[in-house]
């Protein structure tokens, strides 16, 4: 066990910013202050992380042992214990790194995006105060004070997602996706309480504190648990797949799988840097994180880990169908967003945690990029966020188009972009899955493989579409929409009018419609602060997959093992009893020949389909970037419709009518109501003997006398 106090700061320098531009950054409105601080406060955050993951103590990244820092006991009672404690280990280190890098090129960008805006400070104060919630949930050393910076960034994306408060989009997304968060967290609440009564531990390492031995829960796990049964009555016995169908409902909800995923692309009326750092690079893998930091306890619950693995396959297909149809350039990347998480969930549902973490970290670096681009084109375009209206902007905007086009390249799975290595590493994995489960057997690993493929195809179409219709073709500024009629259809401006040097807060919110351009207008490319970022992030895009080369591809160039982040992360995954996985591990470390050429086959297989994908998209949305595309997909599949149908609007009617009307009203209120009618009718019945005269007093207080003395007689009497 390794002590550094250093790791507080990481997380307390963004509270500190979110503090001082809350009460001193409101007062000076100066946006050079505000945005100085929150940057400043980022950047040392960031410093501090990559101190600790790289340098400090050999680098928590490479040390078998966690960096820890135990700031004070929090609950310490009977045989529970929930210290307020941080620890970095290679996971929470990786974790730690994109987020503070990435948030910080995005807190730069937001700078410029959000120039002339009245709650300028609000904004960064908001953001400031979700990377300290974020951190706080990575960084955590147990499983209580993970499920705080769990909440907190569900407030935050609240009110960032609701930032615009005279939008009703704004405003209804924002409750939205606070309802769906909160039906996710009580998942998580009930797998820890049963992992406690399971285990009698919550903490996620093993330490001395004040000179009591902490076990952590995946210690106990792994030396007095054995595998469960592959079983639907697993998932009800109170066992450890109980422990993880209830993480992953957790998981459901903030990373927006099946059935929660409504509220992330409803998501996208908040800012686009609030779309760029929590609902692409950081909030949403949240549920990965929580997946893959519990492996131990999914190892040995086969049957949970089939239910993520199908449940992740089946987002990612369905999301994109929808993606594919979509407008709105940020609804196209939201929906993108849905179906990459559904990717990270299959790889760690089939086993191969370390490659949907690898995945969440190129994800992060491509899906910031693209929506930061997205913003930049919206900045360029006064604003406009529907496709319809662009084309041809590579000629004005030469910076975003350059660089949008490698996150393309990147989610597309072209070599060598970040993203070919993750996503190839995913199907090999689900092609494969069999190899880690009791009796190898893995129901359906071939079917998965099939969807995400599918899925990989997808992928390439609706990226291609997304940047032919907003780069290439004719310009279509001025052009009338060819169904603006349909609201459903019709692009929702984040500034409405936010021109001439009108503020996002003062202008007309109601922005159900559609704005018209200027007469005269024409595209701009973005100022630096918001191009630097993207350059930054078109890098990262394009060699951040290089950390993590698999053997079956380095080797082809003369590597004896490129896949250092595999080997980093090795030490985090729990070696189970489970023993088809440990003979898969032991095959795969000694890189069996079949194996190899398996997967380099496959690899060349989906480079052969991402590539069909782009032809597809750039044959089909070229010459007609305008096409009208199945409605049902426009539409979403219908889903909201179905959710109010058949589960908001019933739950509000019962609410109204039942319990409002039925038993608060009648049931509540009539008895509160009843007790002071009762007394008021007795107050009044008693206040007519209260006639005023002294002889009428006097007569009743004599009467009263003649009673008692009436009936001490009475029962004397009965004595005698």
């Not at 990377?131 to 407030?155: H, I, K, P, S």
């Not at 990612?316 to 196209?332: E, P, R, S």
């Amino acid at each position: 066990m390794i002590e550094n106090n250093l790791l507080s700061v990481i997380i307390f320098a963004p509270l500190a910013g979110a503090v001082i531009n809350w009460l001193i950054g409101g007062r000076l409105r100066n946006e050079m202050f505000s945005g100085l601080v929150a940057c400043g406060s980022i950047a040392v955050s960031c410093l501090a992380a990559f101190y600790l993951a790289f340098i400090a103590d050999g680098g928590a990244m490479f040390s078998e042992k966690p960096i820890l820092d135990h700031i004070w006991t929090w609950i310490n009672v009977g045989g529970f214990r929930a210290d307020f404690a941080l620890g970095m280990d290679p996971l929470s280190a990786v974790y730690a790194c994109f987020i503070t890098f990435v948030g910080l090129l995005i807190h730069i960008f937001a700078t410029g995006y959000m120039h002339g805006d009245n709650g300028f400070y609000r904004f960064f104060a908001y953001l400031n105060l979700f990377m300290f919630a974020m951190l706080t949930l990575v960084l955590a050393d147990n499983y209580l004070l993970m499920f705080v910076g769990w909440e907190g960034v569900g407030l935050c994306s609240y009110l960032l997602i609701g930032y615009y408060i005279k939008r009703n989009e704004a405003r209804e997304a924002a409750k939205k996706a606070f309802v769906m968060n909160r039906i996710g967290d009580w998942g998580v609440l009930m797998g820890m309480f049963l992992i406690f009564t399971l285990t009698g531990s919550i903490s996620f390492y093993d330490k001395v504190v004040g000179g009591e031995q902490v076990q952590s829960v995946f210690t106990v796990v792994l030396e007095n648990m054995s595998v469960d049964p592959f079983t639907w009555g697993a998932i009800a016995a109170g066992g450890l797949t109980s422990v993880g169908v209830l993480f992953f409902i957790g998981a459901t909800g903030k990373s927006a799988q099946i059935p929660l995923l409504t509220w992330l692309p409803d998501a996208m009326a908040g800012p686009t840097p609030v779309s760029a750092l929590i609902h692409a690079a950081t909030m949403v893998t949240a549920g990965v994180y929580l997946v893959v930091r519990s492996n131990a306890i999914y190892q040995l619950a086969p049957t949970a880990m089939w239910i993520i693995a199908v449940i992740g396959a089946a987002t990612a297909l369905f999301a994109a169908t929808i993606a594919i149809a979509q407008n709105d350039i940020k609804k196209v990347l939201a929906y993108s967003t849905v179906s990459q998480l559904g990717f990270m969930f299959l790889a760690a549902g089939v086993g191969a945690f370390i490659v949907a973490i690898f995945h969440v970290m190129t994800h992060a670096f491509f899906k910031a990029l693209l929506f930061l681009g997205s913003g930049s084109v919206i900045h360029g375009m006064h604003h406009e966020q529907d496709m319809r209206k662009m084309g041809n902007l590579k000629k004005y905007m030469p910076i975003t188009f350059f660089t949008m086009a490698t996150g393309w390249l990147a989610i597309a799975g072209i070599p060598i972009f970040s993203g070919f290595f993750s996503k190839d590493e995913i199907l090999y994995k689900t092609f494969a899955a069999d190899r880690y489960f009791p009796a190898g057997s893995f129901p359906g690993n071939e079917i998965l493989w099939f969807v995400a493929v599918g899925t990989a195809i997808l992928t390439a179409i609706y990226m291609t579409r997304m940047m032919v219709m907003t780069f290439w073709g004719t310009e279509r500024f001025h052009e009338a929409l060819p169904d603006a009629d349909h609201p459903a259809d019709t692009a929702h401006a984040e500034e409405n009018a936010f021109a001439a040097g009108d503020s996002h807060d003062d202008h007309d919110d109601d922005d159900d419609h559609h704005h018209a351009l200027p007469h005269d207008f024409k595209p701009h490319e973005s100022p630096w602060v918001m191009t630097v970022p993207l350059i930054i992030l078109a890098f990262l895009s394009t060699v951040g997959g290089l950390v993590g080369v698999p053997y079956a591809m380095s080797s082809i160039v003369g590597i004896k093992d490129a896949n250092k982040f595999e080997h980093v992360l090795e030490p985090v995954i729990a070696e189970t009893k489970m023993e088809t996985a440990v003979a898969a591990r032991e095959a795969a470390k000694a890189h069996e020949p079949e194996v190899v050429q398996k997967e380099r086959l496959l690899a060349l297989l989906s480079v052969v389909l991402a590539g069909i994908g782009i032809a597809i998209g750039w044959f089909v949305f070229r010459g007609n970037p305008l096409r009208k595309m199945p409605t049902i997909l426009e539409r979403k599949w219908k889903l909201d419709e179905f959710y109010n149908g058949f589960i908001v609007d019933p739950i509000t009617r019962l609410s109204t009518n039942t319990l409002w009307k039925g038993f608060d009203v009648g049931v509540i209120d009539g008895i509160v109501n009843g007790v002071g009618s009762f007394v008021r009718g007795l107050g009044t019945a008693v206040r007519g003997i209260q006639v005023g005269f002294v002889r009428s007093y006097a007569a009743v207080i004599i009467f009263g006398a003649l009673v008692v003395v009436a009936y001490f007689i009475y029962f004397g009497m009965r004595l005698i």
